[in-house]
């Protein structure tokens, strides 16, 4: 091929590239980080003959107060009227975000509910290389950044009547059953004292849900061989840019990135729980784009084991 055909062909070649690269950002800055889906799941981890149970499992609003179609996204999620709601934190994503999440979560908040903490209910994002993620080792993250009004969202929160399961263990009659739940501030802070609320599930209760934001091993582990049956976390925004056919590249986390999200098992001290991991309803304001994950809140269906 004569040199300047092939330079013709090299420079369309690049272009094609940069074209398509374009627009899959636009499509991934653009649509589908809006793209909010309703996602269900069947899991069977109550007695046998007991009603089923309705969890609606939200996470990682990471919400600012412009966004008013997020906002009313998760406002219509009230019509579900679920028995319960469990959120697995980073609500806020500025500083004046609280009485922008109090008021999409407001027909939520009607409903028996429980929460956790994340980073990003205390501290705001910052600027930063959002590509590191790829190559950086997961773990625990130091604190940075303005802090947020943490304790303005938990006052909403609670004054409500939802129950705040950072360090905490509590038992919740929903419906006809008897639910013991136990949960921990952010491990992704290294704030969680899981060693505070350990112990062997409640043989009375019907069942042992543990909840946390980051699903970090140790927790995981930790609340498994404690006889959780089921185990609800966030936090990894289901990978936020994955490969179709692959999946999830990271997940911040030590956990296997397989079960960046949704529903999988987990096994740990010779007991074994179900694990619902959510891709979350946002990202970063700093990184607001997502490609093959689409944000999400999930209905849980609890039935009887089979």
Not at 54 to 61: A, C, G, K, M
Not at 101 to 125: H, I, K, M, Q, T
Not at 173 to 199: F, K, N
Request: proline share 7%.
């Amino acid at each position: 091929m004569p040199q300047h055909s092939a330079l013709r062909s090299a420079s369309a070649a690049a272009g094609a590239l940069a074209l398509a690269g374009a627009a899959g950002l636009a499509y991934a800055s653009g649509y589908e980080v809006r793209a909010f889906t309703l996602r269900h799941a069947v899991v069977p981890v109550l007695p046998v003959g007991r009603a089923p149970l309705r969890v609606l499992h939200l996470s990682d609003l990471h919400l600012v107060p412009t966004q008013r179609a997020k906002r009313e996204w998760v406002r219509h999620l009230a019509d579900l009227r679920p028995d319960l709601v469990v959120t697995t934190g980073d609500n806020l994503a500025h500083v004046d975000a609280v009485p922008a999440v109090l008021d999409a979560y407001a027909g939520l908040l009607e409903r028996p509910g429980a929460f956790v903490l994340g980073s990003n209910d205390y501290w705001a994002p910052q600027p930063r290389n959002w590509a590191a993620y790829l190559w950086k080792r997961s773990g625990p993250t130091e604190v940075d950044g303005p802090r947020l009004p943490t304790d303005e969202l938990v006052r909403g929160f609670t004054d409500a009547g939802w129950v705040d399961l950072d360090n905490a263990r509590t038992r919740l009659a929903v419906r006809d059953l008897d639910l013991e739940l136990v949960g921990v501030d952010d491990p992704h802070l290294r704030y969680d004292r899981y060693e505070d609320v350990a112990g062997a599930a409640a043989a009375d209760a019907d069942l042992t849900i543990g909840v946390t934001h980051a699903p970090y091993r140790r927790t995981l582990d930790a609340m498994t061989a404690d006889g959780a049956g089921l185990l609800i976390a966030g936090h990894t925004h289901g990978g936020q840019l994955c490969v179709p056919g692959y999946g999830a590249l990271v997940t911040n986390c030590d956990l296997p990135r397989e079960q960046a999200k949704g529903l999988s098992r987990w096994s740990a001290g010779g007991h074994d729980a179900w694990l619902h991991v959510s891709a979350g309803l946002g990202t970063s304001p700093y990184s607001p784009f997502r490609f093959a994950c689409r944000p999400e809140a999930t209905l849980l269906e609890l039935v009887p084991r089979r």
